[in-house]
């Protein structure tokens, strides 16, 4: 341990982080690390996965249900509001039961709401049980992280962290291909029913293997109010950033929710400061390597999730691949954090976070410039140059910041540490989102209509142009039904082009975000109470 101050539950304190309450060496297979591991990662998969596989399952479900475009996008938006506003709570939950039951409820339930999606006949269905997969997944992403945390001696936490961030990687990116596999020769329903056994495999190796693990100064109450400001301001916030696009930027509903999250975060902090067992304890941000570490997990989001959700409408609208070989082109992507997440975790462990993040972030700045160059003429190995390179950049970052960030927590605060993590990660990826969206939605209202008219096409009245630069945002062209076939190759020359000028641009913004990121990672440093969980387990 450092000389430093250390932070408590109830701000600046002076004491050492609490070790766990049953400190005793594991033996067999109860609390054994690396089994420990492999059944927080099964569970982890199962969370990671339904963020992107379900993106491929929704047109066959908008066609089985007969539901509008509208409704469709409450299936990827109930799931992910869920999510981004429960996990900091969850997390809060998990320090106060047990990282162990907190896991196994959150396994269980998500298992058994993936099969009633799979049941179900009605989009509403759906949609709720959607949203009861996002709250059970906000238990168990914290959970997995406390557990590790409190099994892994220190000098292997980085290790374990780095198999723990290859897991989510290849998950994410994995999504669109097996869920490609599964619509294509299944049906949409066993994107939702494969959950069932894989969730089924995590709660066995649970019982059996998870140990459980309290700080011996863990809550033991809630911060009601706390809850409900946190979770309001967080709501808001997403909400606004998921509907700004329809709504535009400059809205005044757009504009009040953000005021509202704004006065609710606001209201958060000064209640925080009052009660006697707050939610988040601010004295958590005063560590610098914290506060830098939250803040870099949300610039890699922004400039990673904002960019990648362009490339994938790049592949399948520009390029006309299938969704299967869209995510076969991203393999590279997948390859690299896969391999560089362990990688990733020895070089954190030997050097420090600092060089590892700031090296990755550079990294991930060159691809996403090497990204805006892509044409529509850009052949394979071209493109799986920078998805590689971005992939190998942002694992160090998924490591590194997660380690920086539970790390310099108490050991008490491991939960609340781990929502904080994954809370930032989806809000991060919410504003890439929405501001690079804004970005791309920019650059083609100023160039479709000067594109239209230099191609020699027939003019269009403003509510056809407003539909069109619609279709081109995501690199569809607006060809008309029996459009001839030489004015129908003009217009999706010219929609190409659109959609591939507002990329690069899109990218480009994402490339100065990574910069930025560059300077933050300088702020990171190694967990100054790691050792705070070294003594639950030895390997």
Not at 153 to 166: C, D, R
Request: proline letters at 5%; charged letters at 10%.
């Amino acid at each position: 341990m450092t000389s430093q101050t250390t932070i408590s539950a109830t701000g600046p304190g002076d004491k050492a982080p609490a070790a766990p309450s049953d400190p005793t060496p594991s033996t067999g297979l109860r609390g054994h690390p690396w089994f420990t591991l492999i059944t927080v990662a099964v569970g982890v998969m199962m969370v990671a996965l339904d963020g992107t596989i379900v993106a491929i399952a929704n047109p066959a479900i908008q066609k089985d249900l007969g539901a509008s475009f509208a409704d469709v996008q409450w299936i990827t938006n109930g799931y992910f509001l869920a999510l981004a506003v429960s996990l900091i709570t969850a997390g809060k939950l998990g320090d106060r039961f047990g990282h162990r039951q907190t896991f196994l409820i959150g396994v269980s339930g998500f298992a058994l709401a993936s099969g009633a999606i799979g049941l179900s006949h009605s989009i509403a269905f759906v949609v709720t049980f959607r949203v009861l997969q996002g709250l059970f997944g906000a238990l168990l992403m914290p959970a997995a992280l406390g557990l590790l945390r409190a099994t892994f001696p220190a000098e292997k936490l980085n290790m374990a962290i780095g198999l723990w961030g290859m897991v989510i990687g290849a998950s994410t990116a994995g999504g669109p291909i097996l869920g490609g596999v599964l619509v294509e020769h299944v049906n949409w329903q066993s994107v939702f029913f494969i959950n069932v056994p894989v969730g089924a495999i995590a709660l066995v190796l649970g019982v059996l293997i998870l140990r459980d693990h309290r700080a011996e100064n863990a809550p033991r109450s809630f911060d009601i109010l706390g809850i409900v400001l946190l979770s309001g301001a967080m709501f808001c916030l997403v909400w606004a950033l998921i509907k700004a696009p329809a709504w535009g930027w400059g809205s005044a509903t757009t504009w009040t929710f953000l005021a509202v999250s704004v006065l609710g975060f606001a209201l958060f902090a000064f209640w925080e400061q009052k009660v006697a067992e707050p939610l988040i304890p601010l004295g958590l941000f005063r560590s610098v390597p914290l506060s830098a570490g939250v803040v870099l997990m949300v610039l890699m989001a922004i400039a990673f999730m904002g960019g990648l959700f362009f490339v994938t409408f790049y592949l399948q609208n520009v390029h006309g691949m299938s969704p299967i070989d869209a995510g076969l082109h991203l393999l590279p992507l997948t390859g690299m954090m896969i391999v560089g997440s362990p990688l990733a975790g020895a070089a954190i462990t030997k050097l420090g976070p600092r060089i590892p993040l700031a090296g990755g972030m550079a990294a991930t700045a060159i691809a996403m410039y090497g990204m805006s160059t892509l044409t529509s003429d850009t052949g394979s190995g071209v493109m799986s140059i920078w998805f590689a390179l971005l992939g190998f950049g942002l694992a160090p970052v998924m490591v590194g910041a997660t380690e920086v960030i539970v790390g310099n927590a108490p050991m008490e605060l491991s939960g609340v540490a781990g929502g904080l993590q994954q809370a930032a990660m989806q809000i991060g990826g919410s504003l890439g989102t929405a501001v690079l969206g804004a970005v791309m939605a920019s650059r083609v209202d100023s160039d479709l209509a000067g594109n239209w008219a230099d191609a020699g096409l027939p003019k269009l009245t403003q509510p056809q142009l407003d539909a069109a630069a619609e279709a081109v945002q995501v690199g569809v062209a607006p060809v008309a039904p029996n459009t001839p076939e030489t004015i129908a190759a003009k217009i999706t020359q010219v929609a190409h082009d659109t959609f591939i000028s507002g990329m690069s641009l899109a990218c480009l913004v994402a490339a100065g975000v990574a910069v930025v990121a560059v300077f933050v990672a300088f702020l990171t440093k190694r967990g100054e109470n790691a050792e705070a969980g070294a003594g639950a387990a030895h390997i």
